[in-house]
């Protein structure tokens, strides 16, 4: 049997998707950035500081649900809007408004250029899957499956938790680990039992609080010591990387 670089007490695989399994982080980060800098120059002026697409992405939104994204980072600004609900149109001045906003960007994106799957990814998922491994994906995007559908990757997840489903069941999202919590429940394994595969730092956190049995962290954009930092048992550029390596 190939070895695929888990402990062998790890009987369940929960992944992340936007950078984990597809390139979609990339789309995320731009629509973030078009969708705050827009709100913050008619705010503001053209005197404004723009969204900064690693650090502020990095730190206030990235693996968090939409609306707790709009909420971080405008705190971090000292602008304070209402709520709205969670059908404001996307014009709206409202938390749930910009979040709209931006989810409209990210479909737009995905609708004119397409997902494609990490070739590495792949390939790592197939051989987990042949290793006899449950596989779920685990993801804040209310957008998950149509995600999954595009990258031609649905058939690889046994289970999927998005953000449809935390909201539905009122789960709380990273870095809270109820996300998580719920995929290995409905693979039907204890957290020791699962492996939580991950590119952003709440994501880590959320390994980290859900006593998982081993928490790998994805560095796509030269983060590996933070991701550590975070609760990442090991790191890797690439999750084929893991293919041939033993724990």
């Known amino acids: 049997m190939t070895q695929i670089g888990l402990p062998s007490r790890v009987r369940a695989c929960l992944f992340d998707l936007d950078g984990v399994l597809t390139p979609t982080a990339l789309v995320h980060a731009a629509a973030w950035k078009q969708m705050f800098d827009d709100f913050l120059h008619d705010r503001e002026g053209d005197g404004f500081r723009p969204f900064d697409s690693t650090d502020d992405y990095d730190n206030f939104v990235d693996g968090r649900p939409r609306a707790d994204g709009v909420r971080t980072f405008l705190a971090s600004r000292d602008i304070e809007l209402p709520e709205g609900d969670d059908d404001d149109p996307p014009s709206a001045p409202t938390v749930h408004g910009l979040g709209n906003r931006k989810n409209e960007l990210v479909l737009e994106k995905i609708r ?26 685990v993801s804040s995007s209310a957008n998950t499956r149509d995600v999954l559908v595009s990258a031609g990757i649905e058939h690889l997840m046994d289970v999927r938790v998005d953000g449809v489903t935390a909201k539905e069941q009122g789960l709380r999202g990273k870095p809270k680990p109820d996300t998580y919590l719920e995929a290995a429940k409905q693979l039907g394994f204890d957290p020791g039992q699962a492996a939580v595969f991950e590119d952003a730092l709440v994501g880590m956190d959320a390994g980290r609080e859900g006593s998982f049995g081993y928490v790998v962290g994805v560095d796509r954009v030269g983060q590996a010591d933070e991701l550590r930092r975070h609760g990442a048992d090991t790191v890797v550029k690439d999750l084929a990387d893991l293919i041939g390596r033993s724990v």
């Open 112 to 137: 004119t250029d397409g997902v494609t799957a990490y070739e590495g990814s792949v390939r790592y998922v197939t051989a987990v899957r042949a290793a006899g491994l449950r596989t779920a994906v």
